[in-house]
């Protein structure tokens, strides 16, 4: 029975979510600020965080982004704004998955089991460690056990876990042109294929940190009418 937290300041939408999932054999608890979310991470065993991006005082990109740091629990991300930005930095700071309210409550159980089932997937997978330990490439080293990034000179690189998730999508397919939607399928998951363009954000930041010159790329080039190749020979370590 999956266990649910839901985070939202509005008591009408946490009694009617928490009513629909407790009908679908889901196990709820909820919080109405991050204060009481994150007491409820370190007490309960979470399975999945539903939380609404406007909360009163902290938000919910603040708190997500604070959750990440210190956990890999998955998150849907529920807002009542559409701009097509706010969704972008939603996921780009470690959500799973983004939903504008109003929303139908069978669509976000749908994307919940999507989401715990890719987790499950995951989770069931050999360890990092065990498959692919290091990837190097032109005097970079991505750790994937670890999922750092450092350079010839051991400095370690802060990626956001979306810059991670594509350059390791990137450094396992080197030297073929991949398109957005192959990216966000290698990198993401089906679920977020109306979000192409956060791949051209992404792919620009990872720019700024890997390239001599980002106006001139040379390790992650753009391929015309094609999508981005990565150029580097990789090995692994």
Known sequence: MPHLLLVDDDEDI???????FQKHTHTVTIAGNGAAM??????????????????????GFSLCQKMRAVSRVPVIMLTAMADHTDR???????????????????????????????????EAT????????????????????RRELRSGDNALILLSGGEFDLLLAFAEHSQRVLTRDQLLD????????????SIDVQVSRLRHKLEDDPKKPSVIRTVRNGGYIFTPVVTRG
Do not use: N
């Open 186 to 197: 290698l990198a993401r998951g089906l679920s977020h294929a109306a979000f192409d363009r």
């Open 14 to 20: 946490l009694s009617l979510l928490t009513t629909f």
């Open 88 to 122: 972008v930095v939603g996921l780009e700071i470690g959500a799973d998955d983004y939903l504008t309210k109003p929303f139908d409550q069978r669509e976000l159980l749908a994307r919940v089991k999507a989401v715990l089932r890719r987790t499950a997937e995951l």
């Open 38 to 59: 994150f007491a409820a991470l370190e007490q309960e065993t979470i399975d999945l965080v539903i939380l609404d991006v406007m909360l009163q005082g902290e938000d």
């Open 126 to 145: 050999p360890t990092p460690s065990e498959t692919r330990p290091m990837l190097c490439f032109a005097g970079w080293r991505l750790d994937v056990a």
